[in-house]
């Protein structure tokens, strides 16, 4: 099925088409910015919770 059908689907069905690809796409994802010092590791506030 090539994309215009799957278009024309999602819109008579009133459906979202989302897009994933390889990089890693899970249920955790953190975004949201940061900052750090130059040569530190930034942490997000998320992670920082899980490993106290």
């Known amino acids: 099925?090539?994309?215009?059908?799957i278009k024309q689907r999602a819109k008579a069905e009133g459906a979202e088409i989302?897009?994933?690809?390889?990089?890693?796409?899970v249920n955790?994802?953190?975004r949201g910015r940061?900052?750090?010092s130059a040569g530190k590791i930034p942490?997000?506030?998320r992670y920082l919770?899980?490993?106290g």
């Open 49 to 51: 919770a899980e490993v």
């Open 34 to 36: 940061s900052c750090v």
């Open 1 to 5: 099925m090539k994309y215009p059908a």
């Open 18 to 25: 989302h897009w994933g690809d390889e990089t890693a796409v």
């Open 43 to 45: 942490m997000t506030l």
């Open 28 to 30: 955790t994802d953190v």
